[in-house]
């Protein structure tokens, strides 16, 4: 009985996923569909239990599994634009398939189960950023979030103008888009990483998704809680966040709550189990 309590988790996140993977494989009549999201729940739900079985790069294993998944075999090989171009894209064509899907449960109603654990654990962007050596922020955060709204806007207007000016072969358009824009976030995130010394300095001032992201998630059921009688007020949760979350306060309004992404390194680093 204590060993599956131990597993519950990892085997919650695979049921959640089985569970979309077969309502979406019956009401699409689309066997894709059960492939796909048992994949990605067997990746997450796998990772989950390397992270039980105290495994260092648990994390890391699953961005790879997930990530490369998604922009190798979903984005370049199957010519699915992920990016918030292709969500705009199937939105404005109303079709509920490939993107919309994508996020409607990954990043838009998802969160409201598991906060940004996309951000945390299958993001292709992130998951390149991640291994670069900022890995803790170096110095405090920058006002820039608004940089976010800009992105977010850009994209649609981006979108908006395809079809206002109903430009043929848009689908080309979307692939080639979601090429151009990858190469893009790679380059401008790898070069803030270095500027500002903080590997997720593209997450937390550039990403447009953040516009989904952060008020959905603020409602997140999953969340990493301080037990209040175990903690000494040390600090160095804190000091080893990578998004500058105030993880001591478990109000929902706690400083950058939204930003948390669920990567457990101050729960790892915290040395009286108080996460
Ligand atoms: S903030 Fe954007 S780039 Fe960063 S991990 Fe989340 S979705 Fe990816
Ligand atoms: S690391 Fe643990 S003990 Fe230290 S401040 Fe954070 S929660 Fe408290
Ligand atoms: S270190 Fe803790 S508070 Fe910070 S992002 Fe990771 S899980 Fe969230």
């Not at 569970?19 to 994949?39: E, G, Q, R």
């Not at 292709?86 to 409607?104: K, N, P, Q, S």
């Not at 654990?117 to 962007?125: H, K, L, P």
């Not at 979108?159 to 072969?169: D, E, I, P």
Request: net charge positive; charged share 15%; with cysteine.
């Amino acid at each position: 009985m204590r060993k599956i309590k131990k597993y519950l988790h990892p085997l919650i996140i695979l049921l959640v996923f089985e569970a979309v993977a077969v309502t979406l494989w019956m009401t699409k009549d689309n066997l894709f569909y059960l492939f796909n999201f048992s994949y990605i729940g067997l990746s997450i739900a796998f990772g989950i239990f390397l992270f039980i079985k105290k495994y260092k790069y648990a994390r890391r294993i699953v961005q790879l599994l997930v990530g490369l998944y998604m922009l190798v075999f979903l984005g370049l090989i199957s010519n699915e634009n992920m990016q918030i171009e292709g969500f705009w894209y199937y939105l404005f064509t109303g079709v509920f398939e490939a993107a919309t899907i994508h996020y409607a449960v990954a990043k838009i109603f998802g969160p409201l189960l598991f906060g940004r654990g996309w951000c945390g654990y299958a993001c292709w962007t992130a998951m390149v950023l991640d291994f670069l050596p900022y890995k803790v922020p170096a110095a405090p955060r920058k006002n820039l979030g608004w940089i976010r709204y800009i992105t977010f806007a850009a994209s649609l207007v981006f979108v908006s103008a395809l079809f206002l000016a109903q430009v043929g072969q848009i689908e080309r358009i979307m692939f080639w888009a979601f090429v151009a824009g990858n190469i893009a976030y790679y380059a401008v995130g790898i070069m803030l990483a270095f500027m500002l010394k903080d590997n997720r300095a593209f997450c937390k001032y550039i990403c447009p998704i953040t516009v989904f992201l952060k008020p959905m998630s603020y409602y997140s059921l999953l969340r990493v809680k301080c037990k209040k009688d175990k903690c000494v007020n040390c600090g160095k949760c804190k000091r080893v966040c990578p998004m500058d979350v105030d993880v001591t306060d478990n109000s929902r309004k706690r400083k950058n709550g939204t930003e948390c992404i669920l990567c457990m390194e101050c729960v790892k680093s915290c040395p009286n189990g108080a996460l």
